[in-house]
T-cell receptor, first 108, second 114 residues
Framework: SQQGEEDPQALSIQEGENATMNCSYK?????LQWYRQNSGRGLVHLIL?????REKHSGRLRVTLDTSKKSSSLLITASRAADTASYFC????????FGTGTRLKVLA | NAGVTQTPKFQVLKTGQSMTLQCAQD?????MYWYRQDPGMGLRLIYY???????DKGEVPNGYNVSRLNKREFSLRLESAAPSQTSVYFC?????????????FGPGTRLTVL
């Protein structure tokens, strides 16, 4: 079973707009990570947020974590065509469990 | 550094055939993982190896075996392939130090079982 469930499953936006995707998980966590997967490629780590953090920034990425709701969101600001990819959340300190992913398409 | 490498990139098997997927990492990582990814799905953990000489089952181990040959290499074997094993297989290793919570992925092996 999947620990993380992303929402929406697919998202299509215009270049320059912001993209927000959400992840819900079921059990308590030490940290939550977000990964990007370009079509046909392996996953690439984007950002990690620890359970005692509420918000974290990295470049155009902003991640929030609400442990009371067992949810996280990933915001990509000023999106570019190159951001077109699938985005996955993952939880676990050793054995990782990945969500089902959000497919983002950024239209030029 | 090549990072995590996987061979082959593509493979077609007939039901009942066996094969071994190879994975190697040159980052001196201790932990390595095998995942499968089915269309529209996230990754599901098949097996992992916390360190050289140890292996443990993940979420979907049935039909697979693994070998941690040395610190660099972690192979996945399908003894008798089934159509349900058609998938993309990813190998990953876990970082060290300040990157110990990150996983580094290989490019994947696309396997089709007819």
């Amino acid at each position: 079973s999947q620990q993380g469930e992303e929402d929406p499953q697919a998202l299509s936006i215009q270049e320059g707009e912001n993209a927000t995707m959400n992840c819900s998980y079921k059990t308590s966590i030490n940290n939550l990570q977000w990964y990007r997967q370009n079509s046909g490629r392996g996953l690439v780590h984007l950002i990690l947020i620890r359970s005692n953090e509420r918000e974290k920034h990295s470049g155009r990425l902003r991640v929030t974590l609400d442990t009371s709701k067992k949810s996280s969101s990933l915001l990509i600001t000023a999106s570019r065509a190159a951001d077109t990819a699938s985005y996955f959340c993952a939880t676990g300190a050793y054995k990782y469990i990945f969500g089902t992913g959000t497919r983002l398409k950024v239209l030029a | 550094n090549a990072g995590v490498t996987q061979t082959p990139k593509f493979q077609v098997l007939k039901t009942g055939q066996s094969m071994t997927l190879q994975c190697a990492q040159d980052m001196n990582h201790n932990s390595m993982y095998w995942y499968r990814q089915d269309p529209g799905m996230g990754l599901r953990l098949i097996y992992y190896s916390a360190s050289e000489g140890t292996t443990d089952k993940g979420e979907v181990p049935n039909g697979y075996n693994v070998s941690r040959l040395n610190k660099r290499e972690f192979s996945l074997r399908l003894e008798s392939a089934a159509p349900s094993q058609t998938s993309v297989y990813f190998c990953a290793s876990r970082g060290l130090g300040g990157r110990r919570n990150e996983q580094f992925f290989g490019p994947g092996t696309r396997l089709t079982v007819l």
